[in-house]
């Protein structure tokens, strides 16, 4: 099994910054892909930020200059550091990792999720 712990949420003011971090443990390959999704009660989960092995980024446009995602290979953990944020930021996140079994393929791997309430 792969297990995805994420750490960091909480409540914050407007304007403030959080910072999370979600790290994989188990048997595996390697991690190819790891991203930062988010929840709110009636939309669909979407997706806030992702990273390649290489550290290769890409954002959701509304996050782009205040959020960034970073990851340590050696560590197996994927951060995500989050500046500025607003009343619309509060969600629960949850991490990803695309997963190369042993002997197998690509597997998805969730987080348990995290919250992040900001508040005015």
């Known amino acids: 099994q792969v297990q995805l712990v994420e750490s960091g949420g909480g409540l914050v003011q407007a304007g403030g910054s959080l910072s999370l971090s979600c790290a994989a443990s188990?048997?595996?390959?390697?991690?190819?892909?790891m991203a930062w999704y988010r929840q709110v009660p009636g939309k669909q989960r979407e997706l806030v930020a992702s990273?390649?092995?290489?550290?290769?980024?890409n954002y959701l446009d509304s996050m782009k200059g205040r959020f960034t995602i970073s990851r340590d290979n050696a560590k197996n953990t994927v951060y995500l550091q989050m500046n500025s944020l607003r009343l619309e930021d509060t969600a629960v996140y949850y991490c990803?990792?695309?997963?190369?079994?042993?002997?197998?393929?690509?597997?998805?791997?969730w987080g348990q999720g995290t919250q992040v309430t900001v508040s005015s």
């Open positions: 990273i390649t092995s290489g550290h290769s980024t």
């Open positions: 990803n990792a695309a997963v190369l079994r042993l002997g197998g393929p690509f597997q998805n791997y």
């Open positions: 188990g048997t595996f390959a390697s991690i190819s892909t």
